[in-house]
């Protein structure tokens, strides 16, 4: 039997919708990551807690200033209108438009409920040694860090926790209209989720854990909320690049206050300075790590090739063995990129990564399901200098998976879809 179901032609880029300037991803990298990074290049290296070698210097600040522009580059293409109207002429797309939405009037709330299983059962998993025992929550509370890595995760089922990425993103893409299905703000669902990565983050330490909840949802309600905020709350929103260092000292510091505070109390003034001090490192630190294995693989001396993995390993586990600082063990962004490229496939490499942050920008900009992907790349350049969110780390796995099975669904709708002859009005955010 065949779906029968009215299809809209709907854009997110209507004449009267509002995004802030950072939304597009060459923007933010050029007025809020790049000067970032400009800022810890030229910060005092004493003032950080590490024990580490200093490695960073001027040619790694280059490397660094290359690899931002040619990232800049490459979101430019990928978001800009010209490359999406040619990638629609290559590939046999109606020349006026992009495509109906077909997939999205389809992907079906119950999807969410089926993740949201997913990630409860996986955290009952995650969180079982509290759950036996209770008294254990008080030491993790009382600053004991230690007690945190006798816990022992269980591949392939507590790495599921990790499907937040892409539940915040369907959620926030529903309230705002983007998705079919009647998403309150303040709900059950939404209390559950975001109390189960609140209680995470303080029992496990893990801040990330929570940033990677909220931030998808808040990236993906963003069209709704231009809608339905004033122009004094769009002007703040403007100024979230300017706030964020700010409201992230703050988490930051409230964290650590129930972390790593009581055992650092007696050598700090107070725990606002070494908050800062401490976030500070964690920066810098995956900065000077990047720029110390960049260095010892002759990036520096002569033509370098793509390395291996277990190259790579070798050479960082090398370094944290005497030179580097355990506790601070980042690897970098950009530099880890040109560790791994090498210098022949570095501006390569930094051009694809830019335009695949385009195409998700652009994919979310007219309510497209690949534009899932554009708050796993808005956390890529977001922690850019700390570390790299695609080949750095395996937290976008479970997420990535779950993508691209609803990608690979999507292709199938289209055959059986009728479209209907009747006129519609387009659907109202």
Known sequence: MRLQKTVHRVSLEEPDLWLPWWFRPSLFMLFAMLPGMVLFSFSDPTLTLSKAQLFYGYRDFVVGLIGFFFLIVGAWIGE??????????????????????????????????????????????????????????????????????????????????????????????????????????????HIVFFGTLFIRAVLWSERLALIEGAMPFFLCAMPRLGVLLKPAFRRMINFLPLLAPVLLLGVFVFFESLRSWQSNSAEHANIFVFGWKRLFTYYFEAMNTGAAILGVTGFYDGVTMPIYHGTYDIIYKGLYQGSLDIEFNNTSGIWYVATYAGNVLFIPAQIALGMFTGIAYRSLAEGRLFGLVYPIQFLFMFELLRIHYWVGTNRVLPSTLVILLILAWAVTVKSRVRFSTSPVQPAKI
């Open 80 to 189: 800009s209108k010209t490359f999406r109207k040619l990638s629609f002429s290559i590939f046999g797309q109606n020349r006026s438009g992009p495509p109906p939405r077909i997939a999205e009037v389809f992907l079906s709330e119950k999807l969410d409920w089926f993740l949201m299983g997913v990630f409860v059962f996986a955290h009952l998993i995650f969180f079982r040694d509290f759950f036996l025992n209770p008294g254990l929550v008080a030491g993790v509370l009382g600053g004991n860090l230690e007690l945190k890595h006798t816990f022992k995760t269980i591949p392939g089922v507590t790495t599921w926790t990790q499907v937040s990425l892409v539940l915040g993103a369907l959620r926030g893409m529903r309230w705002s209209g983007i998705l079919p299905g009647k998403v309150k703000l303040i709900s059950g669902f």
